[in-house]
């Protein structure tokens, strides 16, 4: 049974930091992409950033040079490193994982999400 499990979120000022983390249950959601989405009030959910089977990763345009995404499979653990946090990015965030390459992978697993507020 895979799992995933967010923490990290929470409340920061406009220019500030945020690391999100993801524990999944196994290893068995490396073989394919681990992906973080985030969804706001009134909007339709979007990809934030992707990490690939491969290793390669890839970036919204609104959060490319400011978000990074990495992953530790000692700890099974996927990250999200925010810097320079806008308003905008105010939203739950949840992290996926498919067992395909991110380009065509079904996220077929989720976690449950974790709230990130960014004030002015």
């Known amino acids: 049974q895979v799992r995933l499990v967010e923490s990290g979120g929470g409340s920061v000022q406009a220019g500030g930091s945020l690391r999100l983390s993801c524990v999944a249950s196994?290893?068995?959601?490396?073989?394919?992409?681990m992906a973080w989405f985030r969804q706001a009030p009134g909007k339709e959910r979007e990809g934030v950033a992707y990490?690939?089977?491969?290793?390669?990763?890839a970036y919204a345009d609104n959060v490319k040079g400011r978000f990074t995404i990495s992953q530790d499979k000692a700890k099974n653990t996927l990250y999200l490193q925010m810097n320079s946090l806008k308003p905008e990015d105010t939203a739950m965030y949840y992290c996926?994982?498919?067992?395909?390459?991110?380009?065509?992978?079904?996220?077929?697993?989720w976690g449950q999400g974790t709230q990130v507020t960014v004030s002015s």
């Open positions: 996926a994982a498919g067992l395909g390459y991110c380009v065509v992978t079904k996220f077929a697993y």
């Open positions: 196994g290893n068995i959601v490396y073989r394919g992409c």
């Open positions: 990490h690939d089977s491969d290793g390669s990763t």
